[in-house]
């Protein structure tokens, strides 16, 4: 069985038989007090950059936890 996550720009598909996929999971408020507090002002710079950061690091895939 595989997983298909799609974007309005990439597709990537998880399961044995496709190339391992790193999912980044940085962009989490969970005892990240400033990054609470911006994603509550609708401020997304930390989002932003935790997302180019993974995304530099060669993450396939970013998990978005958004809540706060």
Known sequence: MNTVISSAKQTVIIGPEHPFVIIGERINPT??????????????T??????RRQVDAQAHVLAVNAGV
């Open 31 to 44: 005892g990240r007090k400033i990054l609470t507090k911006q994603m509550i002002d609708r401020d997304m």
């Open 46 to 51: 930390m989002v932003c950059r935790d997302a």
